[in-house]
Each structure stands twice: as C-alpha cells, then as structure tokens.
C-alpha cells in the first residue's frame, strides 16, 4: 500500500495497477465515456482521508487536480518514475524522444475555498466558481460538442445569484470570458503534466499532456 497527500490535502492509500486496470484501459468505449478510468481509479484506492471503503461516488467528488495527480501516483508505483516519449512534430512530421520524471512534475496545492467571486470587467455581472471534480469531467465526456462555453459552464455555480445557463455565458463579451478565464486558471491547483519541448530538427514547438501519451500507460506497447 502506498500513502500520498493529494494536493487538496487529504491523505490517499492506492494499490498498484494490475491486468484488470490495464483491461479497463485499453477498452475504448470505456475510455471515451470516462468510466475507465474512474473504475481504475475505484479499483485502486483503497483509502481517502478517514473512508476505508471508497464508493464510485467519492471518487466522483475528487476534484479534478487530486484525480489526475492519483492517475500520475498509480502510474509511478506501477511502473516507475520515468516516461519515454515519442513526439511527432506537427510542422516537420519528424520523431523526436524525450524522457519525463515524474516525480519532477510541479503539483501546486489548492486552498482551503471551494467557491469564488469574481465581479466580470465589461458586464459587471457578479461570477460565483468552483472547481471540477470528477462528477463534471463526467458530463463534460457526455457532451457531443465540447466547447469553451460548456468547459467554463461546467464550474460556474452562479451568476448574479441565478443559477447559469449556456445562453448567459455565450452571450457574454469575449473581455469578459477571457477575464473569467483567466481567474479561473489562477486558483487551479493539481498536477502539471503539460511537456512542451523545441523539435531538434525544425525549432517548433511541440506541447503535450503526459496523460494524453499512449506511453503514459503502456510503455512497452509500441
Ligand atoms: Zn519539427
């Protein structure tokens, strides 16, 4: 058993990933509805703060930065720290390799609130947000046209004490979604797993998310 403090605090107990999680991975329709790995993540932990029995529900109510940051745990006790990548450059199609530790990823701490207000600069309407957990990555998944609308939506809990809707936040003025944004952003807390490295051949830029790398969890595979 492995003990970790997540980056909301709580202390978290896993156990290793084994061929049931690596099923669970590699099955696409649950990959593409979320329910991979969330059951993975039911499968291997074992204990959050004082709950000895953790239910879909409570794994649900992690908030999003914890959720990553287990999934990069049960990856390092697993399978070690190091990640071997293979990036394809985007403008020169060229391969380029590079190596990640994990354990050097930043993990920034979240604060004790949960809720904040933010008076927008252009409407003046009054923002109350939150975080994501993993109820709303969930129906986040659900969506069939995920848009920069439905991703701020999703951790909006009020505006001007009205509980939101789609309309109000699209017809907002783009200073305004870009302000919200951009608060939003600077609460966040979690896992850092974005890799962003100049291409040896041609000096583009390449980004990634770590998670989002076939390597990530399967690097034997290719
Ligand atoms: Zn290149």
Known sequence: MYT???????EIELVELT????????????????EAINQVLLNCIKRIGENKSPKLDD??????GDRLFILVKLRQISLGDTVELELICPAC?????????LEDLAVTPYSTEREFTFKLPGSKKQIKFGYLNGH????LVLLKEPSLTSAMLARI????????NKKVITELPMRDRSE????MLKVDAGIDTEVEVICQWCGSRLKTRLEAEPNFLFPNMS
Do not use: A, C, W, Y
Request: glycine share 10%.
């Open 19 to 34: 061929g049931r999680e690596e099923e669970l991975l590699t099955n696409q329709r649950l990959i593409k509805s979320g």
């Open 59 to 64: 794994v649900l109510n992690l908030l999003s």
């Open 136 to 139: 709303k990555e969930k129906q």
């Open 4 to 10: 970790f403090t997540l980056p909301s605090g709580q």
């Open 180 to 183: 919200l944004r951009r608060e």
């Open 93 to 101: 199609k060229q391969t380029g390799f590079i190596s990640v530790n």
């Open 157 to 164: 809990i009020s505006v001007d004490g009205k509980p939101p």
